[in-house]
T-cell receptor, first 114, second 112 residues
């Protein structure tokens, strides 16, 4: 069973600071690594995703860094804002014959203080 | 908003009862996956439907079953409800050719 280990479990960052969330995966047969953002009472929303043919992808204040040799990828939120307060999940696809699923980390609860 | 809708939004059942949850997938998507998200945890894969057939299944017992309809909408059925079935049930739609999954808002199920 593919494991995706996410850390930290919770994070408090001051407004304007940098939030960093890390994920480690076990299986190397993946080529797509998404991050999802979930607000209370809502479903997860795709935030940003990366393929391992690049080491970094940036979209606005959100950046994914990917380290294939270490089997790790991380989410950086620059200039964190109170509206970024949410739970963040990393995920990795697991491929079977004919279908793929997502295996999620346990999530990081981010609180950005004003 | 993803265009994936789920109903109902909340549901309360008692142990032993049966429940049906519904999902309408996003336009252009032909695959529906269902996930269970317990409080404070990440979503856990239940099963996936493609072309009206179960395409894959996670580590959930047979009392969790589903359907997919010709319009790609889907149902999740849970029989003989147990207290531990209390969770947020998420539907995710996608195209079989691509990995990206788009989640609906979920159905919050409480089993008493």
């Amino acid at each position: 069973q593919q494991q995706v280990k996410q850390s930290p479990q919770s994070l408090i960052v001051q407004k304007g600071g940098i939030s960093i969330i890390n994920c480690a995966y076990e299986n190397t047969a993946f080529d797509y690594f998404p991050w999802y953002q979930q607000f209370p009472g809502k479903g997860p929303a795709l935030l940003i995703a990366i393929r391992p043919d690049v080491s970094e992808k940036k979209e606005g204040r959100f950046t994914i860094s990917f380290n294939k040799s270490a089997k790790q990828f991380s989410l950086h939120i620059m200039d964190s804002q109170p509206g970024d307060s949410a739970t963040y999940f990393c995920a990795a696809p697991r491929f079977y014959s004919g279908y793929s699923t997502l295996t999620f980390g346990k999530g990081t609860m981010l609180l950005v203080s004003p | 908003e993803t265009g994936v809708t789920q109903s109902p939004t909340h549901l309360i059942k008692t142990r032993g009862q049966q429940v049906t949850l519904r999902c309408s997938s996003q336009s252009g998507h032909n695959t529906v996956s269902w996930y269970q998200q317990a409080l404070g945890q990440g979503p856990q894969f239940i099963f996936q439907y493609y072309r009206e057939e179960e395409n894959g299944r996670g580590n959930f017992p047979p009392r969790f079953s589903g359907l997919q309809f010709p319009n790609y909408s889907s149902e999740l059925n849970v029989n003989a409800l147990e207290l531990d079935d209390s969770a947020l049930y998420l539907c995710a739609s996608s195209n079989i050719l691509y990995e990206t999954q788009y989640f609906g808002p979920g159905t919050r199920l409480l089993v008493l």
